[in-house]
């Protein structure tokens, strides 16, 4: 005699729907539970050394001045910038290129 299948248990659909709703607003909750543990700080401000803040200072005057220029139309709206430094400034490659990166 062949081995008798076991009963199948009958669920409505409705349960299933209820248990889908119920799984998945459990791993909804957790998800957001875990994102907002584990959320970084805003990026710290960097402090900027006084000389740099000056040679900021002054690239941006320089291009607050060529912005207009450029906007009437004039010949030559290019602003070059040399990097001429003198003994015992510091270098502030990393930091003008931060600050100008922001700016876009």
Do not use: F, Y
């Not at 543990?37 to 006084?50: I, L, M, Q």
């Not at 040399?82 to 990166?101: F, K, M, V």
């Amino acid at each position: 005699m062949p081995a008798r299948m076991p009963a199948r248990i009958r669920t409505s659909r409705r349960t299933w729907v209820v248990a889908w709703t119920v799984l998945c607003a459990g791993g909804l909750a957790a998800t957001a539970g875990l994102n907002a543990s584990t959320t970084p700080d805003p990026h710290p401000e960097k402090s900027v050394s006084a000389d740099c803040a000056q040679q900021i200072a002054d690239i941006d005057a320089q291009l607050g001045k060529a912005e207009p220029e450029a906007a009437r139309g004039e010949e030559n709206p290019l602003l070059a910038i040399s990097d001429i430094r003198t003994a015992g400034e510091a270098n502030c490659d990393e930091e003008l290129r931060d600050h100008l990166q922001g700016d876009r």
